[in-house]
């Protein structure tokens, strides 16, 4: 016999309780099942190119596998590639399916992700991905990595998108078009501006360490040292898409950091650029992709910035 649904004291009866549901996990924090493969729905965003929009499909459909590796992150075999630089079947899983969304849509388009499997395309476009940016993040259950994909045209990148698959931030920005900020807590889309504050003391800012196998330390202590001593705080996160994203959306005002790769950065250049940054080499030389040093602020704290990294 079914029991009678409960009564709460003065309340209309109750109905019987819900089967449990499995919980959607990141890491080791539930995520309440806000799990998504595919980009959340919203009513009202930014208008966006077909491009852009299998790009985000693309991500999205990656980030399902992220997340599901990152809640079994201690199973996950970890590869070394060089000192400090690691690699894991959710890298190479996730880059995977970024490939195949991408090309299925724009198959005359070339194609170069961090773990490699290249394509050369037509020669005028190219995807630029890293499919985990922030790998040793992810190896510690740290819920702070990225998927960056970018796409070049001519030489210069014109669209641009930065997903956290931990919180479903999705950062995205097109040439001429702005830079956006998307939530799962938010409706619109934002629209992202640098920071404006004027003063090095004041100002927080992103930056990140050379690993051991690029011999770079005392070069990066030496703009560290006048960095400390001249500026509000630096911080290091371990994801440089991320750093550029934050800078877009004003949370540091400035990142620095030496020898980046294409996918590192091809898509938060554009983030900054688009919420009214300026990206150079630390001296103030144009940054070009693979160039070996990148710093990117306001215009208004760029060239001071750029003397004291260089003082040390």
Not at 80 to 88: L, R, T
Not at 104 to 133: C, M, Q, S
């Amino acid at each position: 016999m079914s029991q009678p649904p409960s009564r709460r004291p003065g309340g209309p009866p109750r109905g019987p309780r819900p089967p449990d549901r499995p919980v959607a996990r990141v890491g080791r924090a539930p995520l309440g099942g806000r799990e998504r493969s595919v980009p959340p729905s919203r009513r009202s965003e930014a208008p966006k190119s077909p491009v852009m929009t299998i790009m985000i499909r693309a991500a999205f459909a990656a980030a399902r596998s992220l997340k599901r590796d990152f809640g079994e992150v201690e199973h996950l075999q970890f590869t070394e590639k060089g000192p400090g630089d690691f690699v894991s079947n959710a890298d190479i899983y996730a880059q995977k399916v970024i490939r195949e969304h991408l090309l299925k849509a724009r198959p005359e388009y070339g194609f170069l992700g961090e773990e490699g499997n290249a394509a050369a395309g037509n020669g005028t476009h190219r995807w630029i991905v890293d499919p985990l940016d922030g790998t040793i993040n992810f190896m510690h259950g740290l819920p702070h990595f990225a998927i960056s994909i970018a796409l070049e045209q001519h030489d210069e990148i014109t669209a641009g998108l930065i997903l956290n698959p931990a919180t479903d931030e999705l950062f995205w920005a097109e040439k001429g078009a702005g830079a956006f900020l998307e939530t799962p807590s938010t409706v619109r889309s934002r629209r992202l501006r640098v920071a404006g504050r004027r003063t090095l003391t004041n100002a927080l800012v992103a930056t990140g360490i050379p690993t051991p196998s690029k011999g770079r330390h005392d070069e990066f202590l030496q703009t560290l040292r006048p960095a400390m001593a001249g500026l509000s705080g630096v911080r290091r996160f371990g994801s440089a898409s991320l750093d550029l994203a934050f800078v877009a959306a004003a949370r540091v005002d400035a990142f620095w950091e030496f020898d980046l790769s294409p996918w590192d950065v091809a898509a938060g250049i554009l983030l900054v650029k688009e919420a009214g940054g300026i990206v150079t080499e630390i001296d103030g030389a144009p940054y070009r992709l693979g160039g070996p040093s990148l710093l990117a602020s306001s215009f208004d704290l760029h060239e001071p910035l750029s003397r004291l990294l260089r003082s040390g």
